[in-house]
């Protein structure tokens, strides 16, 4: 399974975790505040964070750069923070109709793709636009994104587990119009694009495609809800 290479779990946080990335090699992640707040873990390098420093809005998601092999943020208003990272862009200071969700970064680490809660995605770098949710009626907002392993297409995914392909990604099934007893906060793709994972604030998983199911937390207690999940590479 997926190794552990260490928590905040237990220790003092100033605001919450949102989001979290892992390393290329899949040895180690990283984990985000809501404040900007970087924690690194396994061979995930601190390459800098905005804990401490006065944000316009907070943060809400977090992706690797595969290149170098640092990281980027994104602020609920589209403002994003690259540390050793290259920066191709944001929406800081762009009016938006709804807040920026998630981020996911493309495969060569040479762009990155935002998405809103109405399903609006902005592609920045040598990410490219393959359609959006934006403008079209949702039963849930999107809560999360997973690009495909060529970087041309992307799932957005509802808070209601609904599931939405575009470019070259499939669609393998959802639990959208299922009774679910927590909603849907974050997703991830197979290594191969063929299946993904979606994930509850419980800790529910739902596996589709040829994504293996290896367990979760849906059913047992848990101090805080479920806000982000990543892909083990080498584990799978």
Known sequence: GAPFYGSMGGKP?????VAMAPTVDGRGYWLVASDGGVFAFGDASFDGSMGGTRLSQPVVGLATDAVTGGYWMV?????????????????????LDR???????????RGYWLV?????????????????MGG??????????????????YWLVASDGGVFAFGDAGYYGSTGGLVLAQPVCTAAATPDG???????????????????????????????????????????
């Open 116 to 132: 809103a809660s109405d399903g609006g995605v902005f592609a920045f770098g040598d990410a490219g636009y393959y359609g959006s």
């Open 136 to 153: 079209k009626p949702l039963d849930r907002p999107i809560v999360a994104m997973a690009p495909t392993p060529d970087g041309r297409g």
């Open 13 to 17: 946080l100033d605001r919450p975790i």
């Open 99 to 109: 807040p920026i969700v998630a981020m996911a970064p493309t495969v060569d680490g």
């Open 194 to 236: 063929r299946g993904y994972w979606l994930v509850a604030s419980d800790g529910g998983v739902f596996a589709f495609g040829n994504a293996g199911y290896y367990g979760s937390t849906g059913g047992m207690a848990l101090s805080a809800p479920v806000v982000s999940a990543a892909v083990a590479v080498t584990a799978g």
């Open 75 to 95: 602020a609920a208003d589209g403002g994003i923070f690259a540390f050793g990272a290259p920066f191709y862009g944001s929406m800081g200071g762009k009016p």
